[in-house]
Nanobody, 121 residues
């Protein structure tokens, strides 16, 4: 599976962005999908995950209630809607595909290239 993340940018605190991750290659609906982020000098951390069917979602406590993950299997795309953004959300955001849900990056087999999100006034 090849993954291409997009939608990052510069946004003011309190603003919104929607990230997209388009997949190609193998059957997208076979995979659970995750979003991770990595800020400078920090380890990559789990943000959100979604099951292959879209029926189940999971969120890090730090983004719960502000971020929403969704997927469109017909378009082979997963989304991350980010609202009420804070400066501490600044990071490179990565999408990943794996055989099952996990908050641990090592479980995921395929990774996108990352898209920068900067929250600043």
């Amino acid at each position: 599976v090849q993954l291409q993340a997009s939608g990052g940018g510069l946004v003011q605190p309190g603003g919104s962005l929607r990230l997209s991750c388009a997949a190609s290659g193998q059957t997208f609906s076979n995979y659970n999908m995750g979003w991770f982020r990595q800020a400078p000098g920090k380890e990559r951390e789990f943000v959100a995950g979604i099951s292959w069917s879209g029926d189940s979602t999971w969120y890090a406590d730090s983004v719960k209630g502000r971020f929403t993950v969704s997927r469109d299997n017909a378009k082979s795309t997963v989304y991350l809607q980010m609202n009420s953004l804070k400066p501490e959300d600044t990071a490179v955001y990565y999408c990943a595909a794996g055989p099952r849900y996990s908050a641990f990056p090592r479980i995921y087999e395929y990774w996108g290239q990352g898209t920068q999100v900067t929250v600043s006034s």
